[in-house]
């Protein structure tokens, strides 16, 4: 549970009536100011320092549920990761504002929280009300973006006619909603309806009040396969008809970037601003892919030796790890922690591996595992992926040779390994032998980081791959 949400006050009456006083001081019996409940603005909160806006992955509660303060409340989506949101007061969720799939801005509101149960109809009512500011800013999360709108109508005279509704609606209208109108169903039939892709606005609930169950969503999952079993069986498919080139994916159309996509976008377009020079170097792995044949039973990881044998180079050339943020000086890190480059589904992100010159190989491979799987769920806390102060980017393990990587903002360099393979080389005697060897590429910023600093790293790194005694300490 990362952070809190952060909410204000709206009074749900009028200020506090003032009661004259009688003028007989025989009639002056005090009252006991009348305490009023509140409603409070839930927000969508900031959860990294890049974040300017967040997706609705899903709400844990429902309308109307009471809460406790800490309790998970919401699931929001960042530019890196998702995260689960807690309450920080006590009360009722009385109306959600910006419903699943929806996008809202960062300090914008997303739902109101009622401090009694009698106060949940007054803030519907508050949330409905076009006059009310929080619900001009739910009412902006919920039509699709002017560029989706026209990416959708630049697709209507293509496919059919249903393909294109299908698309606006996947994008704009959540299951569990219709034509803006929320549908009442129960948070695990909201989640199962999005998998089984069923579309909550045609099916009845069985539930009390009409209430759509997951048994209601599986029996139209199932009859809507009938459905669609029978039609295809029924209408022939036309000769000349095109074959997919991948499943899920729809040639001709456009799609807008994810949120973690817009992320990487931003930052690639940040990083042209940084003057940037490159150094290539071929290293011998024989001894490296020995030590690794080694010690990989025990767990350790090509990404773990990797990230400690750059480690320890880093801390023989401290300007290597530095960083400049705005262009009139730079700072020495503290502390050397090594970013590794992991593809996502959707996007890229760079969990770190903190003080890797410190922690012992075992122990960096383990925590390198639970990163990865962290980072692949979508559940990486903001200083396991914002605090890298050198980037690794290993493409070896897809037989790629060679590659520069691009710097990410706000570090000093990133290095670009390739695949580790035999090559003929001359040996010191003067014969022909046969070697591992890989190559890597590093991009600097030349601000701070001169060609004979990065020389001078990459000759201490070949050192230390090439007899790696000191990686195992």
């Given at each position: 549970m990362a952070h809190l949400l952060n909410s204000s006050f709206i009074p749900s009456s009028p200020s506090l009536r003032r009661h004259s006083i009688p003028s007989s001081p025989s009639l002056c019996t005090?009252?006991?100011?009348?305490?009023?409940?509140?409603?409070?603005?839930?927000?969508m909160p900031a959860l990294s320092s890049t974040m300017t806006e967040g997706k609705i992955v899903s709400w844990v509660r429902s309308e109307g549920d009471k809460l406790s303060k800490g309790e998970s409340v919401v699931v929001v989506e960042s530019d890196k990761a998702d995260m689960d949101v807690e309450t920080f007061y006590d009360g009722y969720l009385a109306a959600i504002m910006v419903d699943?799939?929806?996008?809202?801005?960062?300090?914008?509101?997303?739902?109101?929280?009622?401090?009694?149960?009698?106060?949940?109809?007054?803030?519907?009512?508050?949330?409905?009300?076009?006059?009310?500011?929080?619900?001009?800013?739910?009412?902006?999360?919920?039509?699709?973006?002017?560029?989706?709108?026209?990416?959708?109508?630049?697709?209507?005279?293509?496919?059919?006619a249903t393909v294109a509704k299908a698309t606006v609606t996947a994008s704009s209208?959540?299951?569990?909603?219709?034509?803006?109108?929320?549908?009442?169903?129960?948070?695990?039939?909201?989640?199962?309806?999005?998998d089984l892709k069923v579309d909550l606005s045609g099916v009845s609930g069985s539930g009390p009040?009409?209430?759509i169950v997951a048994k209601d969503v599986e029996a139209a999952a199932a009859a809507g396969s009938a459905a669609v079993s029978t039609t295809a069986a029924e209408v022939p498919k036309p000769s000349g008809a095109k074959v997919a080139a991948s499943p899920g994916i729809e040639l001709g159309t456009v799609v807008p970037f994810t949120t973690m996509q817009g992320a990487v976008s931003r930052n690639m377009v940040e990083s042209l601003a940084v003057p940037t020079f490159r150094v290539g170097y071929t290293i011998t792995t024989d001894a490296l892919d020995a030590l690794y044949k080694k010690i990989k039973s025990k767990g350790v990881t090509m990404t773990a030796l990797l990230a400690k044998a750059a480690a320890l180079a880093l801390v023989k050339h401290p300007v290597v790890n530095s960083s400049c943020r705005d262009g009139k000086s730079f700072t020495y890190n503290s502390s050397i922690n090594i970013a590794v480059a992991v593809a996502i589904d959707g996007g890229l992100i760079t969990p770190v591996l903190q003080d890797a010159d410190k922690?012992?190989?075992?122990?960096?491979?383990?925590?390198?595992?639970?990163?990865?799987d962290k980072a692949r769920a979508k559940q990486l806390q903001p200083h396991e992926y914002n605090t890298g102060t050198f980037t690794l980017s290993n493409l070896g393990m897809f037989g790629v040779d060679c590659f520069d990587a691009i710097l990410p903002p706000g570090t000093g360099a990133i290095m670009a390994v390739g695949a580790s393979q035999p090559t003929v080389v001359a040996t010191k005697d003067g014969r022909i032998g046969m070697k591992s060897q890989m190559q890597v590429?590093?991009?600097?910023?030349?601000?701070?980081?001169?060609?004979?600093?990065?020389?001078?790293?990459?000759?201490?790194?070949?050192?230390?791959?090439?007899?790696?005694?000191?990686v195992t300490r």
């Open positions: 005090p009252r006991k100011p009348q305490i009023q409940a509140k409603i409070r603005e839930i927000f699943e799939g929806g996008v809202a801005a960062v300090g914008s509101a997303i739902a109101l929280l009622a401090e009694t149960e009698d106060e949940i109809a007054e803030a519907r009512s508050k949330a409905s009300s076009p006059s009310s500011p929080s619900s001009s800013a739910a009412t902006s999360a919920s039509p699709p973006p002017p560029a989706l709108e026209a990416a959708v109508a630049n697709l209507a005279p293509s496919p059919p209208v959540h299951p569990a909603s219709a034509e803006g109108k929320r549908i009442v169903a129960s948070p695990y039939a909201k989640k199962l309806a999005k009040m009409g209430r922690v012992d190989i075992y122990s960096l491979s383990r925590k390198w595992k639970e990163l990865v590429n590093v991009t600097a910023d030349h601000r701070v980081i001169y060609g004979a600093d990065l020389a001078s790293f990459l000759q201490t790194l070949a050192k230390i791959i090439e007899d790696p005694k000191d």
